[in-house]
């Protein structure tokens, strides 16, 4: 069956010295090996509009050909000064989900419990990198667990964050990402009546067509994906 893959990343950086959850980060070499042997092993790099697409319609390209899409959660500034200069190398597509009241901040949400605080990218970096073909999606106002609140509050969350950065962005925001892949029905029907395209989630697996684009899969890529365990999770045969 005809598949695609939607790999997430964090931070694109060396963990800081006394960082918790290092598996957050991949380093810039790293990712520059991961990068490069996407190319080398004959993948297409597309957009997430192009995942959604793929989910409503079988594709007519044959079986065999391999699509990745590139997503990154939190919008961190390392993105803007470690992951987007391969990207623009090897012109490459992404998206990153931006936190829309903590932009030019840092991740109030976790900052204590990771005993770090990563800054933020700010408008500056985000006009930027609009120039150069990176997409933005919504990961919420203030990242909370969104089954937690009251359904008021999750509206806001969802509907309100894609308000804001629509505002700023000056296009629609078509794509969203749950926080720590928190959802439930109620959440993901707000998802949908607010306008999004695709949402996506942290359980691990492959995008075939049919799939709901509102519960799209991801495979995690970590601080320990070495160049062994990379291949592995692009060329096995989750579900």
Known sequence: MAKA???MYHNIAK?????????????PDMFRFQMWYLKKAGYQVVSLDEIADFTQHSPTVSESEKRVALTFDDGFADFYHNAFPILKEYGYPATVYLVSDRIGSINTWDAQELNTEKPLMNWKMINELIQNGIAFGSHTRTHPFLTELSFS??????????AALENQLGYPVNHFCYPSGNYNDNIVESVKNAGYKT???????YIHPGDDPFTLKRLFIKYRTYPPQFLYKLHSQYS
């Open 153 to 162: 509050q999750a509206v806001e969350e969802i509907a309100g964050s894609k």
């Open 5 to 7: 893959t939607i790999l």
């Open 199 to 205: 949402a996506t989630v942290t359980a691990q697996g």
């Open 15 to 27: 963990p800081p010295r006394g960082v918790k959850l290092r598996s957050l980060y991949v380093t």
